[in-house]
C-alpha cells in the first residue's frame, strides 16, 4: 500500500478512519518528545491529520518541541475523545506548506484558525495504537495498525 | 506533604509575563485536586534507543506522588526499568496538569496494600486489585514529581510551574 494513512497491516477491530475521527474530534492533543538529556517531554498541541502525509502540526521552531526533534525527531501524539483513546508513534519531519497540500484547508476547519506561513511539522506514523475504555470492549477494539514507509 | 513552589513560566508569547503572582489563580490545593481525581494518566516513558512512548494509565494520588500498576514486562515496566525518567499528564475540561519526575517500582506492602484498596474504590471496576498484583508479573509503580505544570483555559492567567523541594 503506497503512501501514509492505509493501514499496512491491521491486528484488531477498529477502523483506520475511527483513528482519523478521534484526531479530528480531540482539540487538544499532546506531543511527547525525547529531550537531549533522555528526559521524555510532553505538551499540548494542536494536530491534524492529513491523507497521505500524517499528523501535522504548527510550533515555533525555538520551542522546545522543535529543538528536541531536530536532535531526535521520534515522537508520540496522543488523542482522546470520551472514552476513546489513540496514540500514533512516528517520525516528525519539518515540511513547507506547499508541499503539505490540504494541511492549511484541514487545520482551519477543525480550529478556525488560518496558518498562512510554513514550513510546520509533519508526524510520519510508523505505528498506531487504539482503544475504547469500557469494561467489556477493550480486548475487543484495541488495534494495532503498522504503517509502510 | 511536599508542598510545591510556584513559579512564573518563561516561554514568550502567552503572556506568561503578565501573571502578577504565579500559582494564585489556579493554587496548588486545586491542582492537587485535579491530579487525584482525573480518571486517565497518560504516562509518557522513554524506550532504550531514545523513542518516547505514551500509555494511559489508572493511578492514585498518594499525598503529593503518584501511584499505578502494569505488568513488568509491558514497555512501560521495561521503559521505567532502563530510564525512570516519566512524563505524567492529565486532562481535564477545565484545567491540565503535567508532572515531570523519577518513576520507580514500590516493593513495600504497605504502599502496595494502599494502592490496591484505593484503586478498587476510586474505579469502581470489577475485578480486585489484590487479585491482580498477587501476581509477581505485575508492579506497582511510584512517580515522584520533581516539576509540574497546570494551566486552565485562561493560559495567561493560570498558567504555573511548580517547582518540588527534593
Request: charged share 25%.
Amino acid at each position: 500500500m503506497p503512501g501514509y494513512g492505509i493501514a499496512g497491516e491491521i491486528d484488531g477491530a477498529l477502523p483506520w478512519q475511527w483513528a482519523k475521527d478521534v484526531i479530528d474530534a480531540c482539540r487538544n492533543p499532546a506531543l511527547a518528545t525525547m529531550r537531549p538529556d533522555g528526559r521524555p517531554h510532553l505538551m499540548p498541541i494542536w494536530a491534524v491529520w492529513v491523507d497521505d502525509h500524517g499528523v501535522g502540526f504548527s510550533t515555533a521552531i525555538t520551542s522546545v518541541k522543535s529543538k528536541n526533534l531536530l536532535k531526535n525527531p521520534s515522537a508520540a501524539l496522543y488523542f482522546e475523545r470520551d472514552r476513546d483513546n489513540l496514540v500514533v508513534e512516528g517520525t516528525a519531519e519539518i515540511i513547507q506548506l506547499d508541499d503539505f497540500p490540504g494541511f492549511v484547508d484541514t487545520y482551519k476547519r477543525k480550529y478556525e484558525f488560518a496558518i498562512d506561513e510554513g514550513p510546520v511539522w509533519v508526524l510520519r506514523p510508523t505505528s498506531a495504537f487504539g482503544f475504547i475504555e469500557t469494561d467489556e470492549d477493550f480486548a475487543k477494539t484495541a488495534t494495532r495498525w503498522r504503517f509502510e514507509g | 506533604m511536599n508542598e510545591p513552589r510556584a513559579k512564573r513560566l518563561t516561554s514568550k508569547g502567552y503572556g506568561f509575563e503578565n501573571v502578577k503572582e504565579p500559582g494564585q489563580a489556579l493554587p496548588w490545593e486545586h491542582v492537587a485536586k485535579l491530579i487525584s481525581e482525573a480518571r486517565n494518566y497518560w504516562l509518557v516513558t522513554a524506550t532504550k534507543d531514545g523513542r518516547p512512548h505514551a500509555a494511559p494509565v489508572w493511578a492514585i494520588w498518594d499525598d503529593g506522588r503518584l501511584l499505578f500498576s502494569t505488568a513488568r514486562n509491558s514497555r512501560k515496566g521495561i521503559n521505567i526499568e532502563a530510564n525512570p525518567r516519566v512524563v505524567v499528564h492529565l486532562d481535564h475540561d477545565q484545567a491540565a496538569v503535567i508532572l515531570d519526575g523519577i518513576a520507580e517500582r514500590v516493593t513495600d506492602r504497605e504502599t502496595i496494600d494502599r494502592y490496591a484498596r484505593a484503586t478498587d474504590a476510586k474505579y469502581e471496576w470489577e475485578g480486585d486489585m489484590n487479585e491482580l498484583l498477587a501476581d509477581e508479573n505485575n508492579g506497582v509503580y511510584v512517580v515522584h514529581p520533581h516539576i509540574a505544570y497546570s494551566y486552565a483555559e485562561d493560559l495567561g492567567e493560570t498558567a504555573t510551574r511548580w517547582e518540588f523541594p527534593h
